[in-house]
């Protein structure tokens, strides 16, 4: 996962007036901005999602099959915090860096998935190894509002808050060896043409479990 490619791909997809960069670094008279009224997106949190960490060390090959893959340390599934900031130097812009945010929600709202492949970002699921993106929009109370702007000391700006969430999809090309799920054992003595010297005739399988049952014969 290319995160900061991911980021810089989707600013440029939702709209040309957004640029990356640290709300809480700007300053009254700051003039590093291409434009004095723009939507400035800045990652205000990254964390792993702890819901989807609990997976099994050995991944099937197909999902549903009982054919496994070799053992892999479970993927970290990452949800990223994007704050999208209205910021205008001047006074008469304000309104239009409001609908320059709108912009914004608007393009979230007709996209709650996307999917990206390390270099394109998609509304349709491409073809080959890709990630899942879902997004959903953070609503804030004036109480939480506060808190979000304290934390990062600066001036409140009109804004909104969006969760990314990531989850891997793995696309494996070899195909694992399957397992065994029956086998057949016969013991001798002696001879093993001669019926009367067989000791003992079983099979081995697998109950719904997965655990190997014995069946005699």
Do not use: C, H
Request: aromatic fraction near 8%; avoid cysteine.
């Amino acid at each position: 996962m290319n995160l900061k490619a991911l980021i810089e791909k989707l600013a440029e997809t939702i709209s040309d007036k957004i640029e990356i960069a640290n709300v809480a670094l700007l300053g009254d008279a700051d003039n590093g901005l291409q434009s004095n009224s723009a939507i400035i997106l800045s990652i205000v949190n990254l964390e792993e999602d702890k819901v989807l960490k609990n997976q099994t060390l050995y991944q099937p090959y197909v999902p549903g099959d009982n054919t496994i893959n070799k053992k892999k340390n479970p993927t970290q599934n990452l949800s990223l915090s994007l704050l999208f900031s209205s910021y205008n130097n001047s006074q008469e812009k304000y309104l239009d860096g409001i609908d320059k945010l709108e912009e914004v929600i608007r393009f979230f709202q007709n996209n709650l998935v996307l999917y990206w492949d390390g270099t394109n970002l998609s509304d349709t699921e491409p073809m080959g190894s890709f990630d899942k993106v879902l997004i959903d929009m953070i609503s804030l109370k004036l109480d939480q509002v506060n808190q979000l702007w304290s934390y990062l000391g600066a001036k409140y700006l009109p804004s909104v808050l969006y969760r990314l969430q990531f989850i891997p999809v793995q696309v494996e090309e070899n195909q694992a060896d399957g397992i065994v799920q029956k086998a057949k054992i016969q013991l001798w003595e002696n001879d093993k043409n001669d019926i009367a010297g067989e000791l003992e005739s079983a099979t081995f399988t697998k109950d719904n479990n997965n655990e190997t049952i014995k069946i005699n014969n």
